[in-house]
């Protein structure tokens, strides 16, 4: 690990320091630090801030960015209001590694693309400009969806995809812009030409508290589908909230893990649905709209069918349609 | 830098730099050496120890993020001649082989029997809302987290079954 300053911030102000690398739980950054992978010069302890709070109002639940991921997981509210949180966080990390991971730093963590991790070889998002080895190498993780030519990442989070089904807001402090409330489409941006750019954070923003709207209605779940039943990344997730009235789906709301750079949601796969009733065929023609643009590049192919095959499950789970 | 901890109930000042992880701090400052190394990167849980009481990884956990904080080690549970009610189920149920992974096996189950009293789900939870029971299969589950390369994982998951009580769980069925 390169050397670095060590300073803990007492306050937002010292958190919003533009040379200053924050850190919070540490569990991505202090890895990516042993491979050298990232090499801040100063890192900024943010962990004595005031941001350990899960806050009901009637209309939100604001949740402290520093609130860990365990905690946030046995929250009474989130668990009976909003399980298909509770349900992404705990089919992420270890109980150990939920312990220290934060709320913030789970939105923030980086990809586990092989050639990322390893320094010795190109990457994009790493080095810009070196290339994109990934393509025609070992691919098997990586996306299908809204990737460049440049970037085939996905965004490894759990909780992210939760939070995109359930249109949470991110508060973020910028000493350049002040106060901002963001959704997930808002904060994450595509790899497009720049892969190493993967908000649009800048320097010395913090993250204060992610906000959830009220509790949607219907049912909540999130399935997972990995290489073991636990301690393992997503190869496809699929967050699903879906309500049924009289017959007919009448909302859903549909975010995927392990297919994207960022926790990816499809407004038309929704509107393919709402409206009509559950069924076998309708459920396919969502997953038509879904993978309609979806690219393989050789180990990774087989995501395309996993992806209609999750989806489709957890639709049936939802709507109670036997498949 | 200076800082101080509490490990095993004692205070202890150390000088180190930024870069030490706690697992460091445990065994190259402190001589602590029951905490273990396995792969420095958050994927085995050899290193697991409980920090302000829950379990985390030591290896990364910086130090000086930790100043002021209560560290429990293996070596805080009990000695030879001594040993835990956990410890010595372990030696009873042979939970290892090796006996590599065991220092963070035992801290984590310490550490998940804690989850289990406040009633924390888990991913094979099949209703949220409700308070957990410790099932073997909720066992496995929550000790995820710990690999054992020796594969003793049916003597780990009877010693931690069978010392549960002894070690504070306080209800295995959740109420009706
Ligand atoms: C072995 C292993 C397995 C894992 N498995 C999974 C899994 O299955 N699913 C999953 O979702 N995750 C998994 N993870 C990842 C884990 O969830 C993340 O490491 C964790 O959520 C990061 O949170 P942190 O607080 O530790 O972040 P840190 O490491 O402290 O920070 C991560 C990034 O966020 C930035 N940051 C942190 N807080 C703020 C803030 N408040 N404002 C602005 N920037 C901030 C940091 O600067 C850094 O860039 C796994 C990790 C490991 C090591
Ligand atoms: S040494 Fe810490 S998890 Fe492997
Ligand atoms: S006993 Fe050898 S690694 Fe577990």
């Not at chain 1, 109002?57 to 046995?74: E, K, P, Q, Y």
């Not at chain 2, 372990?90 to 009293?117: H, L």
Request: glycine share 10%; proline share 5%; charged share 25%.
């Amino acid at each position: 690990m390169k050397s670095f300053e060590y300073v803990r911030a007492s306050g937002i102000a010292d958190a919003q320091d533009t040379a200053g690398r924050i850190i919070a739980g540490g569990t991505n950054l202090i890895d990516l630090m042993k491979h050298q992978i990232e090499t801040p010069p100063r890192l900024v302890d943010v962990t004595r801030l005031d941001m350990t709070e899960i806050e009901q109002s009637a209309h939100s639940l604001r949740i402290g960015a520093l609130v860990t991921n365990s905690d946030l997981a046995a929250h009474d509210t989130v668990r009976r209001d909003y399980p298909v949180l509770s349900r992404a966080l705990l089919a992420g990390a270890s109980g150990q590694l939920r312990n220290k991971a934060t709320t913030g730093g789970n939105l923030l963590q980086r990809t586990r693309c092989p050639y990322f991790y390893d320094t010795t070889q190109p990457c994009n998002k790493r080095v810009p400009g070196s290339g994109c080895p990934a393509k025609e190498g070992i691919n098997r993780i990586l996306a299908v969806l809204g990737t460049s030519p440049h970037c085939i990442a996905t965004h490894p989070s759990d909780m992210a995809v939760a939070m995109r089904a359930l249109d949470a807001r991110v508060e973020i402090e910028s000493p350049n812009r002040g106060t901002e409330m963001l959704t997930l489409d808002e904060m994450y941006v595509l790899p497009g030409d720049d892969p190493s750019k993967e908000t649009v954070l800048e320097a010395g923003d913090l993250i204060t508290a992610v906000h959830l709207p009220q509790p949607p209605k219907g049912k909540q779940t999130y399935r997972k589908v990995r290489d073991r039943s636990s301690y393992a990344f997503a190869l496809v997730s699929v967050a699903g909230i879906v309500d049924v009235e009289d017959g007919k789906i009448t909302e859903a709301a549909l975010a995927f893990g392990g297919l994207a750079p960022r926790p990816w949601r499809d407004g038309t796969v929704e509107d393919v649905l709402v409206g009509e009733a559950p069924s076998d065929a309708l459920f396919d023609k969502a997953a038509d709209v879904l993978l309609q643009d979806a690219q393989g590049f050789g180990e990774n192919d087989f995501k395309i069918p996993l992806a209609r095959r999750t989806l489709k499950a957890v639709l049936a789970e939802l709507t109670g349609v036997t498949q | 830098m200076q800082i101080t901890l509490t490990v095993n109930g004692a205070a202890r000042e150390v000088d180190i730099d930024p870069r030490t992880t706690l697992l460091d701090v445990m065994r190259h400052h402190l001589d602590l050496t029951g905490s273990k190394k396995g792969c420095d990167h958050g994927q085995c849980g050899a290193c697991t120890m409980l920090v302000n009481g829950r379990r985390i990884n030591g290896c990364l956990s910086l130090a000086v993020m930790h100043d002021g904080d209560e560290i429990t080690t293996i070596e805080g549970l009990g000695d030879p001649g001594n040993l835990s009610p956990l410890q010595a189920a372990f030696v009873r149920n042979d939970g290892y082989q090796c006996g590599y992974c065991t220092p963070g096996q035992i801290m984590s189950a310490k550490g998940m029997y804690d989850e289990f009293n406040k009633g924390w789900p888990s991913h094979v939870s099949d209703d949220l809302t409700a308070e957990p029971n410790f099932t073997t299969a909720e066992i496995k589950e929550r000790m995820s987290g710990n690999l054992c390369r020796c594969s003793a994982y049916p003597g780990i998951c009877k010693a931690i079954e069978e010392s549960a009580e002894e070690e504070g769980l306080t209800k295995r069925k959740a109420a009706e």
